[in-house]
């Protein structure tokens, strides 16, 4: 009954991701907002809301390994197994002014985070600052994209709007509406389902519920991140595939660490403190230069994030 609880809670946040999303652009479009605002909000936000969703749900049970690890571990994941397996895929250039943008903010988003780790606590005022830090960093990108063109958006590296919910001209915003609220329903069901299963695995196992939170959650939680990556790189759009895991990372560690901890400050386990955080720092060294070295990510160096998350995960199982 475990396993099934844990396979149906990820089933349903990669529904309910992909609904929210999905209803998130539609009512974004329908009501005017601009294809920039559309990205580096609505979608960046619904593509993160599992991530958001679990860690909420897991702090409140009292599994700040599982909070924590969910958000190190997505990171992780999205800059070496997503990021290597959409290269892989098909290689794919890398725009240059956009990334010095994105990339520095992530840079010091991922060292904002570290601090913390070395800290010891998600508390308050920690949330308060990445928070602030994300509400800068949308200013940055919006003032940035206007005084270029706001509807190169995709072109140029920032978090790409998804399809919209298929819809009629005579029901669009009702339709959009059902998509956007279905969606949150689906991810905060599947939240709980995979949260309670994980704890529960792992109290039966032995195994801490920091790995669990590094691992089956945290890829979890991803998925809607590597469909879409794994889709653009298929269809030829590099860019697309590129800018989901790097807005996706800053919305991990700004607004879902910023808001967990203004909801409910936990403890940073000591296991993530020591080892899995400064992974997380790695990966994002490794996800920038292989950004600027060419302005292009090859298959090789593809293979080469992807071998790293392969020694990241058997380290993990090791030390269990």
Known sequence: MLWIELFSGLALLVAGGEALVRGASSLAARLGVSPLLIGLTVVGF?????ELVTSLQAAFAGSPGIAVGNVIGSNIANALLILGIAAILMP???ERRAFLR????LLAATLAAVA?????ELSRPAGAVLLAGLVLYLAMAYRSERI?????MADEGATPALPAAPQTPATRLPLALMWAVGGIALT??????????SIDLAGLWGVPDAVIGLTIV???TSLPELVTSVVAALRRQGAIAFGNVVGSNLYNILGILGITALVKPIPVPPQIAVMDIWVMLGAT????????TGWRVSRGEGMALLAAYAAYVAWLAMGV
């Open 46 to 50: 619904g593509t993160s809301t599992p």
């Open 92 to 94: 794919f250039a890398v």
């Open 102 to 105: 994105d990339g520095t903010a």
């Open 116 to 120: 913390i780790g070395l800290w010891g």
């Open 148 to 152: 270029v063109d706001p509807g190169t």
């Open 188 to 197: 905060v069901m599947g939240a709980r389902l995979l949260v309670g299963a």
């Open 218 to 220: 945290a890829v979890g």
């Open 285 to 292: 060294v490794a996800l920038v230069a292989v950004a600027v």
